[in-house]
């Protein structure tokens, strides 16, 4: 797949490759300053007047064709019009202080006069991200607003910093879209460090060969688009899918931030990693009368994709009845959510999501979930 497509996502298997990609698409990155006023919408649909001569040579027939069928607006700058991605609609809204769901349902010549005439009433800088032919994101251009952090330096960063605290981790996986990217690694050789009472308590209470398994991981986030912050998160790998166990560093695109910013916050990474592995410890001491309808609460409360959790909360209730069990439990028994969804081939980027938002199980008060009265 090309990468200009909107729908473009790409998979690695090995970190040199992901490095590589990154490097070479952050050296074909372009951020663009300008007016907010100077901004022009144009429709880029079926019906529009714009010929390809119209755009920026830059700009390929395949991603000019891409958004015609997509989102359906250009916008006009100095050197051609380029198409707009669906990743920098939710920011051009933004430069244009208008929002709400009716706007999406309007025709593109109305949409793009709608927009029009709302950034010309602001003067405040916006800066462009411009990548594969395409306007990316349409960020607020004030520095304390909006601060780039290069993804290719930012897995530089990381991995230099890994390999000095961690030694022998091992590179699993890395994914890339034009929302999001992310990156995991196992840390095998810290297993006892991180990981050793959890894994006996585990094995005390009957459950040693999951303890056998788990491994720490760590995976890796960040957003060119204004998706994510540049974060790192625990994992704990080993079983049927990887389990997020909570946020260790996370550095926001905002407040001027940089690069050694990032570097700085790894230092704690195995201090944090520590925190979120005794919070999960913790859990396991919470006692729930009734741990389905607990289970069902939390799982409305955290917003789960409802048919995957329908079957996940069925295949606990099959496994332990009306029987007593502890908020661990219906944790792990939560993880069948993000590897049902898996199987389903979920997009990778609502995943992440949906096992982020999973992972804020554990600063819940369990008890306040723990009813008997049904769910409605």
Not at 83 to 92: C, G, N, V
Not at 136 to 159: N, Q
């Amino acid at each position: 797949m090309n990468a200009c497509l909107d729908a473009f996502t790409t998979t690695f298997d090995a970190f040199t490759p992901m490095l590589n990609f990154h490097e070479q698409q952050d050296a074909q990155t372009e951020w663009r300053s300008c007016r907010v006023s100077s901004l022009t919408v144009a429709p880029l649909d079926a019906s529009s007047p714009l010929s390809y001569s119209s755009f920026a040579g830059k700009c390929s027939q395949e991603a000019v064709d891409d958004t015609k069928t997509g989102l359906g607006l250009a916008m006009g700058l100095y050197d051609g019009y380029y198409p707009i991605r669906d990743t920098a609609y939710k920011s051009l809204l933004d430069r244009a202080k208008i929002s709400g769901s009716a706007l999406a349902k309007l025709s593109r010549p109305v949409l793009a006069s709608v927009l029009n005439e709302c950034l010309q009433l602001y003067s405040s800088d916006a800066l462009l991200l411009l990548r594969e032919g395409k306007v990316s994101a349409v960020h607020s251009g004030d520095a304390v607003d909006y601060s780039v952090l290069p993804i290719s330096e930012l897995l530089g960063t990381l991995k230099t910093k890994l390999d000095g605290r961690f030694p022998g981790n091992v590179f699993l996986a890395g994914y890339t879209d034009h929302a999001i990217t992310s990156a995991s690694w196992q840390l095998p050789d810290q297993r006892e460090d991180l990981l050793g009472t959890y894994a006996k308590l585990l094995a005390a209470s009957g459950r040693a060969t999951m303890a056998g398994k788990l491994t720490p991981g760590i995976r890796f986030i960040t957003s060119d688009t204004g998706v994510a912050s540049a974060k790192v998160s625990a994992l704990l790998t080993g079983g049927q899918h990887p389990i997020h166990i909570g946020s260790c560093v996370a550095v926001d695109h905002r407040h001027q931030s940089k690069i050694v910013d990032f570097e700085s916050a790894m230092d704690q990474l195995f201090a944090q990693f520590g925190d979120a592995v005794a919070k999960l410890q913790a859990l396991m001491e919470i006692h729930l009368d009734y741990p389905v309808n607990a289970m069902t609460r939390v799982c409305k409360k955290l917003s789960m994709p409802k048919k995957a959790a329908d079957e996940a909360i069925a295949m606990f209730e099959m496994a332990y009845g009306d029987n007593p069990a502890t908020a661990h439990d219906v944790f792990m028994a939560m993880q069948e959510i993000p590897y049902i969804l898996k199987t389903e081939h979920t997009p990778e980027s609502k995943l992440l999501i949906v096992e982020e938002n999973m992972a804020r199980a554990m600063s819940l008060r369990w008890s306040e979930y723990d009813r008997a009265r049904a769910v409605s």
